[in-house]
């Protein structure tokens, strides 16, 4: 019965991806065009999957416009020059003056008899509370830079720059960035000993499927993550058979699209092995005997997996890979199932304790979409002016083109002769015409060139007033450019100017900020879970390494997650302005000059 139920598992939850794939459509057709504009053929626009962008027939010469490749460059080499400065600050309590507890901090004054009366008690157990919040206070200050140590090693040792900078570059293509936080081993020695680092590696949100019934990507109950490798890896990975794997291969290439034809472009060949396409759910609605549509006489054997599980399917195989039908078949404990089974259905790193962001990814959106969990491109509300350009730039290209042919018109009277001269090449680049004097007709008469009519200015004039109209749609201003049409004729002017256009990039950075204040929360977190002594004893020293196995080690998650507070410095990711910090330099040597020079005489020639 566990094997049957097992299987209905698997077929419910690869019937909810299918379900979020066809959820997640308008947000992927976006996507697609935004990035075939960024890199796709130049024949792409004019016939995709047999959609027409324009009635007439194609031009002659097509081109593209490409203002997405020139917004990329633009705003994401702004906002993530560098690894961002990560800050780790532990919550402290509010001071509680004892007069506020009604407490009386002066000792009593004695009675008539001249003998002191005994203290308050409640004023020793004040002093008793005030002595263990410092000493927690001062432990936890010197947890939070142990733990501030290690976030900043990681982002340099893991590359976390370039996987930054790929998600930066797809969120402003496509509209979303992930960045998925793991355990990866690294090599310590010669001998292959390894320890674990976390760190947060890119993955394209293509393979990210979240739950349908969900308005806003904080009520989803569930994501899963696609996953594409081969075959004899995923076997290892979760003991398997790879054998079992292979019904894999023709289930996956078999499978349809939406609207039942055939779907080719699925399955990811393999040139060097065979591949298989699974998928790892993170649910917090249960193992999957909750989901509509499951069988009843199968909901009892999974109630007891609680409901924050951890599953792995791919189609074609009718168990999850990360339940084996031997642990299914394992004698069960007082839960009526094995204990192994609830132990790999536990999720690998449990984020899902993390109020704030639940899920092991961390999304980068600077375009959030009311009601709908999928955000929108930057590149969107552009895209009209876009195709409209490609459109006219490559008709006024094939214009060009058959502007610089030279139609001759020949009196059919002038003979095959006349003909063969005109077309005749000539080194010297000039061609002699000889004409009969029989025809009685002059050279006007007889050979004519015909005037094409020029390019009305007023093409030009319209596609420039699109160009507008998408620059500031996407903030490709000529600001952004570092240009301007007209002198500035003022400072102030200039101020104003430098202001507007560092609007969006600002807003941009600070989304981008948050977003790395998340993945450091995150990779605390997972250090926290995974990380022994050992495997930080390289990165805080032997000292360090002693904190993390007597006190870090303890701590709960919750405290992690939420006691303390970690940030990245302002402005610490973005290019740095070297003409603005000189200027600010300079500034404060004017403000600080003349104080400091009246310390001098008074012997104060030390750091203040």
Partial sequence: QIEDGLRAICTSWLSKIK??????????????????????????????????????????????????????????????HRNPVRTVTAKKFPVVSPESLNINPEPPPPDPAGMQAPPDPRLEQYMQISAQVSKAETTRKTVSEVIASYLNYTPNELDLKENARKAVDESIIKGMGLLWTELVDTEKNE??????????????????????????????????????????????????????????????????????????????????????VYYKIYSKTGFGSTLKGFPKEYK??????????????????????????????????????????????????????????????TALQFHRKPGYIWPISHIKPGISELRFLNWAMSFLSTRVMTSCKTTVTVAKAAGEDIKDQLVKHEE???????????????????????????????????????????????????????????????????????????????????????????????????ARWLLQPQDVAPVVGPLGAELWGQYISGIDVHVIAREFDYRVEAGSARKPNKAAEVEKMGMAVQTLAPVLQGLVPMGVVGPL
């Fill in 19 to 80: 379900q979020s794939k066809r959820h997640k459509k308008p947000f992927d057709d976006d996507a697609r065009e935004a990035m075939n504009f960024f890199d796709g053929s130049n024949n792409w626009f004019w016939r995709d999957q047999g959609v027409d962008y324009s009635r007439m027939g194609p031009p002659s010469f097509r081109m593209q416009i490409n203002k997405v490749f020139e917004a990329v460059k633009l705003f994401g080499s702004v906002i993530y």
């Fill in 300 to 361: 009892q054997l999974f109630e007891a997996l609680g409901d924050n599980c951890y599953i792995v399917v791919a189609e074609g195989v009718d168990y999850p890979l990360n339940v084996t039908k031997d642990i299914a078949l394992e004698p069960a404990d007082e839960t009526g199932l094995p204990n192994s089974l609830f132990t790999r259905t536990r999720w690998p790193i449990p984020f899902h304790l993390d109020g704030s962001n639940p899920w092991p990814w």
């Fill in 191 to 276: 001998s292959g000993e390894t320890y674990g680092m976390i760190g947060s590696f890119f993955d394209s949100c293509d393979n990210l499927f979240l739950d349908p019934d969900a308005d806003e990507q904080e009520d989803c109950l569930w994501s899963a993550r696609r996953c594409v490798h081969p075959i004899k890896d995923v076997a290892a990975k979760y003991g398997l058979d790879p054998s079992e794997l292979k019904g894999h291969l023709e289930s996956y290439a078999g499978e349809l699209n939406s609207d039942g034809t055939p779907n080719r472009k699925k399955r990811r060949a393999g040139k060097t092995n065979d591949l298989i």
């Fill in 428 to 526: 010297s680049g000039f061609s002699i015409l000889e004409l009969s004097e029989t025809l009685g007709r002059s050279v006007n008469d007889i050979v004519s060139v015909l005037q094409m009519p020029e390019v009305t200015p007023e093409l030009w004039k319209i596609i420039d007033a699109v160009s507008q109209m998408f620059d500031k749609a996407t903030g490709l201003t000529e600001l952004a450019y570092g240009m301007t049409r007209n002198q500035y004729r003022s400072a102030a002017e200039a101020q104003v100017k430098a202001e507007a256009i560092s609007v969006r990039p600002d807003d941009m950075a600070n989304v981008l900020e948050d977003t790395m204040s998340c993945v450091a929360r995150k990779e605390a977190l997972a």
